[in-house]
């Protein structure tokens, strides 16, 4: 499961340099054309949009893996024991949840996407390459914040026979 999640996080990591490249790179050479060359250059505040969006639902689950993403954490740091364990554990699976419903729904949106053959103005491109980033982000999140539910409970498994293995000694 360990060898899994890392290869999504080391290409959700990729991802993320690759789109904020192509964001930079993009609006840098709008402005440079806008104020210096003036040529008739069209697609590229289209390519720094779609950039930022894959940058910014990809990062979504980043910060959620490494616990950067805002949250109000006093109700929970203040449980004790097993109630706080159990907060964390139905929390985590409500994201999970959210996340597979959206990533199921993002499938049927890029799907009409596709049927409908809507084109982006400037690029001219399918309209469904960038609603996929929906679809990528938001399995990545059900992906990795699965495994990492699955992870905390083994953990905590291991540690009750550990206590309960001493308790009876």
Do not use: C, H
């Amino acid at each position: 499961m360990g060898k899994i999640t890392r290869y999504f996080q080391k290409m959700e990591e990729i991802a993320l340099v690759i789109t904020f490249s192509v964001m930079v790179v993009a609006s840098f050479i709008q402005v440079l054309n806008r104020n210096i060359f003036q040529i008739p250059v069209i697609g590229l505040e289209e390519i720094s949009k779609y950039s930022m969006v894959y940058m910014v639902l990809l990062g979504t689950e980043l910060g959620l893996r490494d616990g950067t993403q805002i949250s109000i954490d006093s109700v929970v740091d203040s449980l004790k024991g097993n109630l706080r364990k159990t907060v964390k554990v139905i929390s985590k699976m409500i994201l999970i949840i959210f996340s597979a419903l959206m990533f199921i729904e993002s499938v049927k949106l890029v799907n009409q996407q596709i049927t409908t053959q809507q084109i982006s103005p400037g690029l001219q491109i399918p309209m469904s390459i960038p609603y996929a980033a929906l679809i990528i982000s938001f399995g990545l999140i059900t992906i990795v914040q699965s495994a990492i539910l699955i992870k905390y409970l083994k953990d905590e498994k291991s540690v009750k026979n550990v206590q309960d293995t001493e308790v009876q000694k």
